[in-house]
Nanobody, 113 residues
């Protein structure tokens, strides 16, 4: 059983920064996506780490959000800067391994003064 876990969420003021992370137990992470779901809205894809190591962030968040992987390939990070109230959501990661997908439980990010 693959246990995927996000961490690092919390309350941050508008304009602030926050980095959240995701791990998949002891498995190395070769491909992973970040999603978020705001209240009353569908879950949306926001960032991708592909098998070839390339990364991408949706156009609307480029320049503010960055996805990266730790040197040991055990953790993937989502760095968020200049946060806005509309970034308030539960952030999820989705881990890919051998054709299967595994979701974490999510971490809450709240942007508010």
């Amino acid at each position: 059983q693959v246990q995927v876990a996000e961490s690092g969420g919390g309350l941050v003021e508008p304009g602030g920064s926050l980095t959240i992370s995701c791990a998949a137990g002891t498995y190395p992470i070769n491909a992973m996506d970040w999603y978020r779901q705001a209240p009353g809205k569908p879950r949306e894809l926001i960032a991708e780490l592909s098998y070839d190591g390339s990364t991408d962030v949706v156009d609307s968040l480029k320049g503010r959000f960055t996805i990266s992987r730790g040197n040991g390939k055990r953790t993937v990070y989502l760095q968020m800067t200049n946060l806005k109230p509309e970034d308030t959501a539960v952030y999820f990661c989705k881990f890919y391994r051998w054709g299967s997908e595994y979701w974490g439980q999510g971490t809450q990010v709240t942007v508010s003064s």
